[in-house]
C-alpha cells in the first residue's frame, strides 16, 4: 500500500494477556518507529529500527515489551501480561533514513489497545 | 536527552482569530525540530520543519513557525484559523534516533 499499515486497528483484552500489534512500514522505508499515544501525555517513543542495525530499544517502558523487525520490513510490537496502564493508542511510523535532510514520518492510524 | 514543552493544552478560538502555540525544547545537539498535526480521525502528518538557514519557517495550509534559538523556542502561529484547523498540534525536536514529541495542543475552531 501507500502508507504505513497497522493491524489491528482495535483491540480489547483482558489484563494478564499478551497482545501483539502489527506494522508495515512503508516500501523502501529503512527506518521504523514504535510511539505510544496516551490521553494527554503526547507521543512516547518505544523503539527504533534501523536496516540492520541493532534497534534502540530505550524507550520500552518494561521487559513486558518487546518488538522485532523481520527482513527489514514488517514489525511486531508484544506486550506480554497486559496491565491496565497499557491501554494507549499505539502508532507505527517509518521514514527513508538515507535522505538525511528528510527526516519526514510517517505514521500509521495506530491500534487503540484497552486493557479491562 | 531531547524534550519539548508545549503550553495551553486546550486552546478554543472563533473562526478568523490569530493561533499562537507555544513550544519550547531542550537539547544539546544540532537542533531540528518539527510540528505535526492530527486532523480528526486522520494519521498524524507533517505540517512544518526546521532544519537550518532561515528561522522563520512556512508550512502547509498558512501555517508558520519561528525558531529562537535564544528562547529555545519554536512556536507555531497562523493569522486567521478556519474551522478545519479544528486538530491536535505537536512540537517535536530530533535527536538520538528519534523525534521526543511535546503532550500537544488540542484547538478547537468555532465557525
Known amino acids: 500500500g501507500a502508507g504505513v499499515s497497522q493491524s489491528p486497528s482495535n483491540k480489547v483484552t483482558e489484563k494478564g494477556k499478551d497482545v501483539e500489534l502489527r506494522c508495515d512500514p512503508i516500501?523502501?522505508?529503512?527506518?521504523l518507529y514504535w510511539y505510544r499515544q496516551s490521553l494527554g501525555q503526547g507521543l512516547e517513543f518505544l523503539i527504533y529500527f534501523q536496516g540492520n542495525s541493532a534497534p534502540d530499544k530505550s524507550g520500552l517502558p518494561s521487559d513486558r515489551f518487546s518488538a522485532e523487525r523481520t527482513g527489514g520490513s514488517v514489525s511486531t510490537l508484544t506486550i506480554q501480561r497486559t496491565q491496565q496502564e497499557d491501554s494507549a493508542v499505539y502508532l507505527c511510523?517509518?521514514?527513508?533514513?538515507?535522505?538525511?535532510?528528510?527526516?519526514?514520518?510517517?505514521f500509521g492510524s495506530g491500534t487503540q489497545l484497552s486493557v479491562l | 536527552a531531547q524534550s519539548v514543552s508545549q503550553h495551553n493544552h486546550h486552546v478554543i478560538l472563533s473562526e478568523a482569530a490569530s493561533l499562537e502555540l507555544g513550544c519550547n525544547y531542550s537539547y544539546g545537539g544540532t537542533v531540528n525540530l518539527f510540528w505535526y498535526v492530527q486532523y480528526p480521525g486522520q494519521h498524524l502528518q507533517l505540517l512544518l520543519k526546521?532544519?537550518?538557514?532561515?528561522?522563520l519557517v512556512k508550512g502547509i495550509k498558512g501555517f508558520e513557525a519561528e525558531f529562537i534559538k535564544s528562547k529555545f523556542s519554536f512556536n507555531l502561529r497562523k493569522p486567521s484559523v478556519q474551522w478545519s484547523d479544528t486538530a491536535e498540534y505537536f512540537c517535536?525536536?530530533?535527536?538520538?534516533?528519534?523525534?521526543?514529541f511535546g503532550k500537544g495542543n488540542q484547538v478547537v475552531v468555532i465557525p
Open positions: 516500501s523502501g522505508h529503512t527506518a
Open positions: 526546521y532544519f537550518s538557514g532561515d528561522p
Open positions: 511510523a517509518s521514514s527513508n533514513a538515507q535522505l538525511t535532510t528528510n527526516e519526514k514520518l510517517f
Open positions: 517535536a525536536v530530533k535527536g538520538n534516533n528519534r523525534l521526543a
